[in-house]
Each structure stands twice: as structure tokens, then as C-alpha cells.
């Protein structure tokens, strides 16, 4: 099959959605205005690059696997993504908009202090270099398969090329790009859904319902009781598990994560992010569903393959759909990985520049600090870039195993911030010791394999909280 259409449609998406990129982000005359966008992007943007940031990848690839390795289970955790959503827009945003805060850790500062804002941010860092390595080599499975190259030249092609539009058009740059990426990859996926359904299944829904119902692949909840406390907790894809463990990591990820903070503090005001976190929940539901749909249709199509589900629904994009659709949809993919990849590197970035650089390295001359964020950037790019070659062995699902690499730190991240929120004696070696307390809980509950990845975040949160508690009473009675 003659793949040349292909090859031009992808080439002239990339190309256009960097030129577009440079051209978005405008002039920056400074480090604020590279990283926060002079606070003049309208909210709905912000929501749809949310969205474009946190799917990404995974949704194109892992997330129809995962339907058609299991069921729509998953679809409980995205109800849990709402709620968590809504809470963050309560108690956390109007915390963001107090005074003059440029990262998600500048909170931390005011609250407890220095030391607490800078340990935040380096963990935030490890923690997001290593998600995002592993969705950066989700990016690269289909471009390896489409053009028959390593997975290394894979995923360098596609850093390139973001790093591009990212450095020169800081993140109002990213933002913008991202609206375009979210309806291209979307769109991209609907459209194999219909070519799916139409061309390869002979009574398209039917088909489906025919397949999927034996093998319960159209479950949507599960109380997950049938095996006791012990199975309970050890099921991901549970009603309460699905829930709590969903709000508790979106609470975490779009509360507490610089990836999505920076974009909320590039709105205008309190108002303006609080419709966009919230929308972006709305939207999520959808999607998810949608790609969850996809993996069912994938099921009824190929029945059980002895393949990686990661690599189920490439297979039928390469193999199956004509040239120029697929080449449509495999830019689509690539707009999904390049929205997550630019906004991880602007985040890594900005968190560097201003928790960790600008503090103790103080300069009054905004050119020089808009020199050293864009060193920063390129610094980011590459260390990402080697984490996605590291994980490219890894035999885990890669949704699950961002976000299993999430949940590890998360829990310590938003037990801090809730603790600066609801602990009002609390202090910062009380934050610190609640803080470490949490990471080291987690070490013990992911080595042992205690509970599923959908709990992780929960259990660090009471750990730390607790923990800060206790002492801060502690300290209290001795004085």
C-alpha cells in the first residue's frame, strides 16, 4: 500500500501546527509572559487545552486498548474526575488568585514557607518527567509501526518538533495549539469509529451489541464485593474505588500538578478558571466514553488477539483505513502527544525557572530571565526524551502506568496543600514531615502490590495529612 498521502498530511500537519504555535504565543518580554500568557487567554481555551494536555496519547491508544482488553469500567473514574474538579474550583482556585502566585507552589510558600515550596516543585518535577516519558512512548508506538523506524527516532521526531513551537511561543503558544489538537484528535477518533462501524462491521451496531455482551464488555459499574476487602481494594476499576480514587487524583493533577495550574493562572481572573477546570470535566466524561466505545467496536472486529492492547487500535488505523484518512488520523495522534509533550515541558520549565531558579538566583533584567527559561525548556525537552526510551520496555498498559507514576507522589503533593487549606496550626516541618511521611507510605504500598493504582492518591493524602495533624497538635501541647 502506497502510504505517500500519508506521509504528506502528517508532514504538513507538523509542520503547520508549529508554524501556527510560534505565530499564537506572540512576542514574550519576559518570564511571566513566557510562562503565564500575560493573563489574557479566554477560559474556554484553557478548558479544551486542558483537556488536550491530560488525554493526550493515552486516550488515543491505551484507553480503547483498555476497553478491549476489559469493559467501560473505566468510565467510573472519569465521574470521579468531575467531582474532583468542582472541589478544586471551591477551596483551591481562590487560594491561586490571592495575591500575585505564578506556580501551583507559590501557595506553599505563603502558607508554610520556602523549604516547602521548593520540595513540592523538585518532587512535581521527577514525578511529571516520568508520566510523561511514558506518554511520550505511547506517541511513538504508531509512528514506529507507520514508518518502520526505532522507537528512539520515533519519539525524537516528535520532541523536536513540539520543543519548536514550545520555546519560541511560550505556553499562551501551547494553549493555543491545543484547541486546535483536541478537535483534531477527537475528530480523529470519531471518524475511525464511523469507518469502523460502517466498512468492516456487516450490521455496524448490532455487530457490536453481538460480540460485546457475552464477553461483558459493556459494563459500566462494578462494586467489585465478589472477592472480599482484600480483592476489593485490589480492583482498580470499582464503583467507590473508581470514584474516590478519580476525584482524589484529579483534585491532585488539576489542584496541585503545574501542568495544569499554569494553564488556570493564564485567565483573567477566579471566575474565568473555575469554568474551565469545570468544563474540562464535562468534556472528559465524553471523551473517554468515546474511545472506551472504540475498543469495544475494536473487540467486535478482531475478537482476542494475542497482541499488546496498547497497540490494538494502531493496528487498525495502519492496517485497515484508506490512505489519507489514516494519514488524518495519525496526525490527530500526534496532536494529542504534541498538546501533553508541549505543556509538560512548559510546566517542568516554569516550576525550574520560578521555584527553584528565580528565588535564590535574583536578577532584575527580564530578557536574561526569559534567555534562562527558554535553557530550561530545552533542558526539559531532552530529559523527557530519555525518560520515554527508558519505559519503552515496560509490560504494564501505559495509561496505567502514568498514571500508577501520578498517584506516587500525588498523594503527598495534595495532602500538603490540604493541610495548608484545613490545618490551620499546621507548620512547615509539620507539611515536610507529613509530606515525606506520605512519599515513604507509598514506597511500601506499590512495593507490596497492597492496593490498586486507583487508591494510591487517597492513601498518601490521609498519610500526610494525618501525619501534619498529629504533629502540629503535638507541637501545640508543648508550647
Known sequence: MDRTLDFVIIAAYLLGIAVFGIISGGKQKSAKDYFLGAKSVPWWAVCFSIVAAETSTLTFISIPGLAYLTNLNF????????????????????QYYKGELSTAYAFLENRFGSKTRSFSSVVFLFTRTAADGVRLFATAIPLKLLLDISYPAAIIIIAVITLIYT?????????????????????GAIIAGIFLLNNFLPDGIDSVLAAAEPANKLSIFSLGFEDGIAGFFAKPYTLLGGILGGAFLSMASHGTDQLIVQRLLTTKDLNSSRKAIIGSGVIVIIQFAIFLLVGVALYAFYGQLDIKSDEIFPKFIIEHLPVGVSGIIIAGLFAAAMSTLAGSISSLSSSTMLDLYKPFKKTEDPQKELKVSRMFSLMWAVLLVGAAIFFQNSPQTVVELALSIASFTYGGLLGTFML????KNATQEDALAGFTSGIFVMITVISLNLVAWTWYTLVGVITTVAIGAFLSKLSKREN
Open 420 to 423: 495548608g487549606l484545613f490545618v
Open 167 to 187: 520555546i519560541t511561543g511560550g505556553v499562551r503558544g501551547v494553549i493555543w495549539v491545543d484547541v486546535i489538537q483536541m478537535f483534531i484528535y477527537l475528530g
Open 75 to 94: 468510565l467510573q473514574v472519569t465521574f470521579g474526575y468531575l467531582i474532583g474538579r468542582i472541589i478544586v474550583a471551591v477551596y483551591f482556585l481562590p
